[in-house]
């Protein structure tokens, strides 16, 4: 009979623990930096017994070539531009979900946003947080009064003193809300009219600033305005820099959301369920709402059960029945016009 020697004892041990590390199931996200904030995904990964393994990606191109370039079974969890649903289903990435199992009744009536999420009567995503590309700014060093108005917010005024944020449809969709064009209703024959709105932007302006890029020259004063800004650029400053604001101007601004689904092919497609259910719940989404990344408002409005009075105010809350009915959804351009508006962003950066 074996001595059970403290030695033997502690190698037993770790190759117990070894083995139990091997077993442990896992899931694999494909998220936007929101996801990756560990106050997030650890109550899931423990409730679960899993651990979920996370790549951050910007710009669905990216996520669909990265799902082309894997094996059907890598990627289990997709989260995706809301408008940008289709794309993922015309790639065929993305697997039906269950749409009784998910509490879109309990969502702003405005964002459960079917038109995107559903298509011919399947569901293939699920909104999950919202907010706003609009005019963020430093409220110390500018007339708050003139962030009311598009064609003040990006005016001579601030010559040099503005960034823009590096994406095209948001922005060149205030561009046409400023020209009183909706955004819905962007065609060829509007281009001429926005890229004259996006040449002044362009020429009163020091940069053209990806996320972080633009948080730092805000936060830095090395730019006072930030067009495209809102509550996600500007909210996870507030605490130490509550200059730092952000508003809607009487024109309107555009309202972005992202959803979440289960990638097609998925091994774990109930566990990926599990994960885009715990997301949607009001505790995952007043989590999502303040992660570390960037703030913004959750879907589910019972997730406001879960936010501090600090949180809500941060995030507006109060105000959402209005900058709802004041915003529009991002342009959702075919791909032809796309193409066209892309072609005026990048004859924009290069003035």
Known sequence: MTRLTPALLATTALTLAAGAAAAQEELNALVWCDHTDPALIEPFEAAHGVKVNLREYEGTGAALALLEQSRPGDWDVLVIDGIDVFRGVEAGVLAPLPADQLPTADFFPEVVMAENNVIDGVTYAVTEKFGYNTISYNSSKVDPADMESLATAWSEKYKGR???????????????????????????????????????????????????????????????????????????????????????????????????????????PDLALEFVKYIVSPEGQAR???SSCFWGMPANAKAGEFLTDDQKATLRWDDQADYLARTQLYPAPDADLDVEMQDLWLETLSQ
């Open 162 to 268: 503005i960034s823009i944020y590096d994406y095209y449809l948001p922005v060149m969709g205030l561009a046409a809300i400023a020209q009183g064009i909706p955004t819905s209703e962007i065609g060829t024959d509007d281009l001429d009219a926005i890229g004259g709105v996006m040449a002044a932007m362009r020429g009163n302006a020091a940069s053209v600033a990806g996320v972080v890029a633009a948080q730092t020259a805000l936060a830095t004063g090395e730019v006072d305005i930030v067009v495209g800004g809102g509550e996600w650029l500007t909210a996870v400053l507030a605490a130490e820099q509550p200059e730092l604001t952000w508003t809607i101007p009487q024109e309107g601004a555009v309202r972005w959301a992202q959803s979440i689904g289960v990638v097609a092919g998925s091994e774990k």
């Open 288 to 290: 999502l709402a303040t």
